[in-house]
T-cell receptor, first 113, second 114 residues
Framework: GESVGLHLPTLSVQEGDNSIINCAYSNSASDYFIWYKQESGKGPQFIIDIRSNMDKRQGQRVTVLLNKTVKHLSLQIAATQPGDSAVYFCAETPSGSARQLTFGSGTQLTVLP | EPEVTQTPSHQVTQMGQEVILHCVPISNHLYFYWYRQILGQKVEFLVSFYNNEISEKSEIFDDQFSVERPDGSNFTLKIRSTKLEDSAMYFC????????????FGNGTRLTVT
């Protein structure tokens, strides 16, 4: 039968290890990218953003890398903690779009004790 | 930290009924949005709103949908005649400017149409 819903990629890491979550985007006109974290029953929570004139940006325990050549975005989480367990979405938007975000399909991160 | 507030957290309605979902965006934000997420699917854009008018809307946002900012703090989404396929989480978001500023989302209203 027809598959309903998305089968999320999953990533399991040991507590304390680093996590890398990847995202491919398709719109060459996108110039602003955001990573969101979504815990069960909650809305997307902003983690970090990056503009297309940069290829790396660091926050607290998180780093976003942007490779415009291959349209690839990654989120690195250092010293992953149990509270980091969630679904992580990348979102993109082209300039002049009044911030109409296009979300990726998400990655389920599970932190193992 | 200021946050976007949505009410109710869960709304159950019968097919064909009208529903209004409520949002209080962050107070100094100027751009407002509605997104939805059908269970197990991606978050999808519905509409953006600035300066008391719609800036952009998606194909999902048909004539059954409308938005309103009735006062200086509330931002509502109305679905005129609900359908089963309108069942989803509806997220309100706001941001300070239209350029390179992240959207801040509320925790959503789960709409169940029976």
């Amino acid at each position: 039968g027809e598959s309903v819903g998305l089968h999320l990629p999953t990533l399991s890491v040991q507590e304390g290890d680093n996590s890398i979550i990847n995202c491919a985007y398709s719109n060459s006109a996108s110039d602003y990218f955001i990573w969101y974290k979504q815990e069960s029953g909650k809305g997307p929570q902003f983690i970090i953003d990056i503009r297309s004139n940069m290829d790396k940006r660091q926050g607290q325990r998180v780093t976003v890398l942007l490779n415009k050549t291959v349209k690839h975005l990654s989120l690195q989480i250092a010293a992953t903690q149990p509270g980091d367990s969630a679904v992580y979405f990348c979102a993109e938007t082209p300039s002049g779009s009044a911030r109409q975000l296009t979300f990726g399909s998400g990655t389920q991160l599970t932190v193992l004790p | 930290e200021p946050e976007v507030t949505q009410t109710p957290s869960h709304q159950v309605t019968q097919m064909g009924q009208e529903v209004i979902l409520h949002c209080v965006p962050i107070s100094n934000h100027l751009y407002f949005y509605w997104y939805r997420q059908i269970l197990g699917q991606k978050v999808e854009f519905l509409v953006s709103f600035y300066n008391n008018e719609i800036s952009e809307k998606s194909e999902i946002f048909d004539d059954q949908f409308s938005v309103e900012r009735p006062d200086g703090s509330n931002f509502t989404l109305k679905i005129r005649s609900t359908k089963l396929e309108d069942s989803a989480m509806y997220f309100c978001a706001s941001t300070t400017s239209g350029e390179a500023s992240p959207l801040h989302f509320g925790n959503g209203t789960r709409l169940t149409v029976t």
